[in-house]
């Protein structure tokens, strides 16, 4: 399990198999409530029990007194939906250290986990990459187009490379609808 390192003005995030997680005691006390409060509000959300299964991991803690307490382990999924009705000025900064603490140790896990490619097997996704791009600018459907981009942000992730902007490539699809539609008039 990894740590990022708990200050004062950074989120507790964990690794817990292979998914980045904080605790419901971290955001009680970064966001100034009574960690019962935030117990209450993870389980008087309102989302399905699939949400809620998949993003809010019961487990617990050991208190001052050395008793077991209830907490959640809790996803980037989880804490979004969890801290979207928290309002105020300093609600909204933690709420953009959590999104940037997030994306930096999932940025990081990518890296960990990204194989190692000799120069033939590099060049063969750069040229793969390249024809994706151009299927997914002349696919006739946006089934076709979504299987391409599907694709395409598998090899780019591979590769360590970002994706190219996917609203110009998607531009080419709408039109191509669009056009369609019109000839079918």
């Known amino acids: 399990m990894n740590t990022i390192t708990k200050t004062e003005s950074q989120p507790l995030l964990t690794v817990v198999e292979g998914q980045v997680k904080t605790t419901s005691l971290d955001v009680a006390e970064k966001f ?7 117990l209450r509000a993870v389980r008087n959300l309102d989302c399905s029990e699939q949400f809620a299964d998949a993003n809010f991991g019961l487990g617990s803690y050991q208190d001052a007194n050395n008793q077991p ?7 980037r999924d989880g804490f979004c939906f969890l801290v979207m009705g928290f309002t105020g000025k ?24 990204r194989p190692k490619l000799d120069e033939a097997e590099r060049r063969r996704l750069r040229d793969q990459k390249a024809k994706l791009v151009t299927l997914v600018a002349t696919a006739k459907t946006v089934f076709e187009r979504d299987q391409f981009m599907a694709d395409l942000v598998e090899v780019s992730m591979i590769l360590g490379q970002p994706l190219p902007d996917v609203r110009k490539i998607g531009l080419a ?13």
């Open 32 to 38: 100034g409530k009574a960690h019962d409060k935030v």
């Open 69 to 75: 307490r209830p907490m959640y382990d809790i996803t």
């Open 90 to 113: 300093e609600s909204a900064r933690w709420k953009e250290a959590y999104i940037t603490a997030f994306n930096q140790m999932e940025t990081e896990l990518k890296k960990m986990h």
């Open 173 to 185: 699809i709408t039109k191509t609808t669009t056009k369609g539609a019109a000839n079918h008039d």
